[in-house]
């Protein structure tokens, strides 16, 4: 069958239901969003690393972690309710509650692999969970970059003066984060076109 053939048969109730979903995740602005919140993090992240090395970096995450999925929720559970789209089997809530809980072991992974590395698999998930390509993508790049730079074991390897691996991995992080930031912006910019699109 032919991809034009294909596009004929499709089902119209399950292409008018993905449409609603992509209007929905529109209108919650997922994409800008999730990347807002993610990049921002990085960047306070990447900063700690420059200013206090790697201890102050991993007390940093332990807060940074659960207060960005923290505020993350309260966001797009607010914004969900206002515009009435609810989607709450995405995982904002959970996600914040269980950053919460596990706070020591979010100390101890941030450690082991890293302050960014711990951050970035929150937003896989989320990117995951809501279908949006660019959060998920970003954020498994995010994910081994800090892995590369961050992660105890790799991190001692690589850099052999401590202070200098601790600002170089801040210097490349907190620029990560200043990077998502700027596809915030553009992913913005491309829901508010569409959305004017859409009406």
């Given at each position: 069958m032919t991809?034009?053939?294909?596009e004929?048969?499709?089902?119209?109730?399950?292409?008018?239901?993905?449409?609603?979903?992509?209007?929905?995740?529109?209108?919650?602005r997922?994409?800008?969003?999730?990347?807002?919140?993610?990049?921002?993090?990085?960047?306070?992240?990447?900063?700690?690393?420059?200013?206090?090395?790697?201890?102050s970096a991993?007390?940093?995450?332990g807060?940074l972690?659960?207060a960005?999925?923290?505020a993350?929720?309260v966001?797009?559970?607010?914004?969900?309710?206002?515009?009435?789209?609810?989607?709450?089997q995405?995982g904002?809530?959970p996600?914040?509650?269980?950053?919460?809980?596990t706070?020591p072991?979010?100390?101890?992974a941030?450690?082991?692999v890293?302050?960014?590395?711990?951050l970035?698999?929150?937003?896989?998930?989320?990117?995951?969970r809501?279908?949006c390509?660019?959060?998920?993508?970003t954020?498994?790049?995010?994910?081994?970059?800090?892995?590369?730079?961050?992660?105890?074991?790799i991190?001692?390897?690589?850099?052999?003066?401590?202070?200098?691996?601790?600002?170089?991995?801040?210097?490349?992080?907190?620029?990560?984060?200043?990077?998502v930031?700027?596809?915030?912006?553009?992913?913005?910019?491309a829901?508010?076109?569409?959305?004017?699109?859409?009406?």
């Open positions: 991809a034009h053939s294909e004929r048969c499709a089902i119209p109730s399950i292409a008018r239901a993905e449409d609603a979903a992509r209007t929905g995740r529109l209108r919650r997922v994409a800008s969003t999730d990347l807002l919140f993610f990049g921002g993090a990085a960047a306070l992240i990447g900063l700690g690393w420059m200013l206090g090395g790697s201890d991993i007390g940093l995450t807060l972690v659960p960005s999925f923290t993350l929720a966001v797009m559970t607010l914004r969900s309710n206002r515009i009435g789209v609810r989607r709450r995405v904002y809530v996600l914040a509650v269980a950053s919460i809980v706070i072991w979010v100390f101890l941030s450690y082991v890293g302050a960014l590395t711990v970035a698999a929150g937003f896989v998930v989320l990117g995951w809501e279908r390509r660019p959060l998920w993508v954020a498994a790049l995010g994910s081994l970059l800090g892995l590369a730079t961050a992660a105890e074991p991190r001692s390897r690589l850099w052999s003066d401590a202070a200098t691996g601790a600002v170089t991995t801040g210097v490349v992080t907190a620029s990560f984060g200043v990077v930031i700027a596809l915030a912006v553009l992913s913005y910019l829901e508010s076109e569409e959305l004017a699109e859409i009406g």
